[in-house]
């Protein structure tokens, strides 16, 4: 059974920083493109950042420069660095993985976790 866990969220202030970690059980944690999606109250999910098998990023234009994908594929977890945190950050960051580069990157993974929430503050 493939589980997918988020931790890390929390209130920060604005300009502060956070680590959002994203462990995955249950697969083959080498063979899974990952991402980071957002939700806020009262809009549709967005992709934040992705990471191929091979290390390739991708960053949503709002976040280049501020935050930093990476994984540890001996961990089997993917984090997610924020740095110079804006209100407009505010929302429920969830972790994604499949095997197609394509499925992550058009939020069509196959695995999804519960999300962990993230609140920036003026």
């Known amino acids: 059974q493939v589980q997918v866990v988020e931790s890390g969220g929390g209130l920060v202030q604005a300009g502060g920083s956070l680590r959002l970690s994203c462990t995955a059980s249950?697969?083959?944690?080498?063979?899974?493109?990952m991402g980071w999606f957002r939700q806020a109250p009262g809009q549709e999910r967005e992709g934040v950042s992705y990471i191929s098998r091979g290390g390739t990023t991708v960053y949503t234009d709002s976040v280049k420069g501020r935050f930093a994908i990476s994984r540890d594929n001996a961990k089997n977890t993917l984090y997610l660095q924020m740095n110079s945190l804006k209100p407009e950050d505010t929302a429920m960051y969830y972790c994604?993985?499949?095997?197609?580069?394509?499925?992550?990157?058009?939020?069509?993974?196959?695995?999804w976790g519960q999300g962990t929430q993230v609140t920036v503050s003026s």
């Open positions: 994604a993985a499949d095997l197609l580069w394509s499925s992550v990157r058009t939020g069509a993974s196959a695995y």
């Open positions: 249950g697969l083959t944690f080498d063979d899974y493109a």
